[in-house]
């Protein structure tokens, strides 16, 4: 079994894939494979990124604090 892949390490490989798709110049069928690891990359950087919100909203509650909304930062 393979070892997880850390949030920077799929960060890095889909700004890779980003970069060669934006290349265009690869055959079709190669571009729906990259594009295919992509989206399965971008859905680890998402799901490690949520498991991050909800470990500090926690954290935070945990120590007293208010309810820690994500949201309401991103709005800002």
């Not at 393979?2 to 110049?25: N, V, Y």
């Not at 069928?29 to 990359?41: D, F, R, V």
């Not at 998402?46 to 509650?61: M, P, R, S």
Request: charged fraction near 40%.
């Amino acid at each position: 079994m393979s070892e997880p892949i850390t949030f920077e390490q799929a960060m890095e490989q889909l700004e890779g894939i980003i970069k060669r798709l934006e290349e265009g110049d690869i055959p079709l069928e190669e571009a729906l494979e990259i594009y295919q690891k992509g989206m399965e990359l971008s859905k680890v950087c998402h799901d490690k990124l949520k498991f991050a919100e909800e470990k500090l909203t926690k954290i935070l509650t945990d120590d007293g604090e208010e309810d820690f909304d994500v949201s309401e930062e991103e709005k800002a």
